[in-house]
């Protein structure tokens, strides 16, 4: 099984335009989660979806921040406008309900390396 | 207080040392525990989950210690692939909190 996917693996782009990152959890996770990870911050939650709801957002820095799961396998979480400190190394994983013979141990995707000039 | 506190390091070794990194935690309803590794510039990866009754694998040792709220990872017989940032992990409800990493260099 091909693990987590993310996309794009590296970005860079000027403050004001749009930033859309991109994932695929592992077939039959029924958790996603988002992480941003900074040297000074170190790996700090976002988002995370449940059966593809969003369940707690209190992580996202702020409006300009979003993120949607319109389906099972795919999330996306989108910037606009980005600005500067948004530049950071974005992470996916997911993992699958313990309640239901799964573990709660992450999987990750490789990450979107955000650099916002 | 932060929820997760983790000694950043970086913990400079040499081959065949023993090391050991300690995590604590503030909030007594944590339900599960683990160290993850992050080499660098990759994606963090599950190194071994942490039980009370401690839990071994190979030369790497993890504890849990409920009553102090700390938890423990021994490494023995050091090696230079051993040498990344180590996560220190609680999750309640399924949903984890992350220490910022310890970091370790091994040296030949």
């Known amino acids: 099984d091909a693990g987590v996917i993310q996309s794009p693996r590296h970005e860079v782009t000027e403050m004001g335009q749009e930033v859309t990152l991109r994932c695929k959890p592992i077939s039959g996770h029924d958790y996603l989660f988002w992480y941003r990870q900074t040297m000074m911050r170190g790996l700090e939650l976002l988002i995370y979806?449940?059966?593809?709801?969003?369940?707690?957002d209190s992580g996202m820095p702020e409006d300009r921040f979003s993120a949607k799961m319109p389906n099972a396998s795919f999330s996306t979480l989108k910037i606009q406008p980005s600005e500067p400190r948004d530049s950071a190394v974005y992470f996916c994983a997911s993992s699958y309900n313990p309640g239901q013979g799964g573990s709660d141990t992450q999987y990750f995707g490789p990450g979107t390396r955000l650099t916002v000039l | 207080r932060k929820e997760v506190e983790q000694d950043p390091g970086p913990f400079n070794v040499p081959e065949g040392a023993t090391v050991a990194f300690n995590c604590t935690y503030s909030n007594s309803a944590s339900q599960s525990f683990f160290w993850y590794r992050q080499d660098c510039r990759k994606e963090p990866k599950l190194l071994m989950s942490?039980?009370?009754s401690g839990n071994e694998d190979g030369r790497f040792t993890a504890q849990l210690n409920r009553a102090s709220q700390y938890i423990s990872l021994l490494i023995r017989d050091s090696k230079l692939s051993d040498s990344a940032t180590y996560l220190c992990v609680v999750s309640r409800s399924y949903i984890p909190t992350f220490g910022r990493g310890t970091s370790l260099i091994v040296h030949p």
């Open positions: 979806f449940n059966n593809n709801v969003p369940i707690d």
């Open positions: 942490v039980y009370s």
